[in-house]
């Protein structure tokens, strides 16, 4: 797995893969423009923010043949969750730039969504019935870049921005409103860019913490880059991005515990224990798009190493998807 220092490209302009590419970055691409692959196209946005108190997010997804936005809002000391969703036929009035960390937009009469940037922040607006979303992601020079190949006409690019400083704030309710306020939260934003196969499967998981030494954010994947020689696998520690090279296993102890750890690696080692606390189960069955996606939420223990530095985790409020998609 080859690390890129040029300027990428996911494509030719006849959608065929940019072999060059395949591998990952520090850097996003210069060029993610899909120009080809008409309804086979996959394009989204995916934002966070997580800390012990709770946990909002919310995406902006095209598939050429249907849109999708979604908010999800757990409020962890409350147990309270909100979940909103929104399906848009042929993606009408939806805008995702091409180009990552760029514009996105959609409005109707019952919701207001835009994202634009602004030097280097992402300034964030979203209004939808009782949520009031105002907030910056601040961004960072280095991210996890990865183009993932399946075949010549199909691939994804994933660039995963963690852990980001934000400001602003989450307000929830009409009575009685609750602000969130962002500062002390983590921040993540997950920009893929693809041409997909019919079906597929992935485990994501995403965390980070912290403290007056250490700011660190994880990025853990699985299955759906199975066999590809690629993985989306990274660690961020104080700013300096460290790609971890093993593959991950995620393990299913019972219905409360995950085991994940990496095949064997002499030079890294990933050894973590994921404890389930909520799983919010969303299915959908459509005709032109099923899936079943299990949003959970827990904490992690354990520890990674990585570049002769071991980070422990002890508790950390973590982010973790286990999904199937036929779309």
Same mark, same amino acid.
């Given at each position: ?14 959608? *065929?893969?940019?072999?060059?590419? *395949? ?7 210069? !060029? ?10 996959? &394009?989204?946005?995916?934002?966070? #923010? ?20 979604? &908010? ?11 979940? @909103? ?67 010549? @006409? ?12 934000? @400001? ?9 409103? /609750? ?6 939260? *983590? ?12 079906? @597929?499967? #992935? ?58 750890? !990496?095949?064997? !690696? ?12 909520? &799983? ?16 959970? *939420? ?20 973590? #982010?973790? /998807? ?6």
């Amino acid at each position: 797995m080859k690390e890129l220092k040029n300027k990428n490209f996911i494509c030719t302009k006849e959608g *065929i893969l940019n072999k060059e590419s *395949i591998g990952w970055s520090r850097k996003i691409f210069s !060029n993610c423009d899909i120009d080809s692959g008409y309804f086979r196209k996959k &394009i989204w946005n995916h934002y966070m #923010w997580m800390n012990d108190k709770y946990i909002c997010a919310f995406a902006i997804v095209k598939l050429d043949y249907v849109g999708l936005i979604f &908010i999800d809002f757990y409020d962890l000391e409350e147990k309270r969750e909100i979940h @909103k969703n929104i399906t848009i036929p042929l993606c009408n009035g939806m805008i995702i730039h091409n180009s990552v960390g760029s514009y996105a937009h959609y409005q109707n009469k019952d919701m207001y969504f835009n994202i634009i940037r602004v030097n280097e922040k992402l300034h964030v607006m979203i209004k939808w019935h009782e949520i009031d979303i105002d907030a910056n992601f601040i961004l960072q020079k280095e991210s996890l870049n990865v183009l993932v190949p399946w075949s010549d @006409k199909k691939y994804h690019y994933t660039s995963k921005q963690l852990p980001l400083k934000s @400001k602003g704030y989450v307000c929830i309710g009409q009575d009685e409103n /609750e602000t969130f306020n962002l500062e002390d939260s *983590i921040g993540f934003i997950d920009y893929g860019r693809g041409i997909w196969e019919r079906e @597929k499967s #992935w485990y994501w998981l995403t965390c980070g913490f912290k403290n007056e030494d250490l700011k660190v954010g994880l990025n853990l994947g699985g299955k759906w880059t199975d066999n590809t020689g690629v993985n989306e696998n990274g660690i961020k520690i104080n700013g300096i991005l460290y790609k971890i090279y093993s593959d991950v296993n995620f393990e299913k102890i019972d219905e409360n515990k995950w085991s994940i750890k !990496n095949n064997q !690696n002499k030079e890294e080692q990933i050894d973590l224990i994921f404890k389930v606390e909520s &799983i919010n189960d969303k299915k959908n069955n459509k005709i032109l798009v099923k899936s079943s996606l299990k949003q959970h *939420i827990g904490r992690i223990n354990g520890e990674v190493k990585v570049n002769d530095e071991t980070i422990e985790f002890n508790d950390v409020i973590c #982010w973790f /998807e286990d999904h199937y998609a036929k779309w």
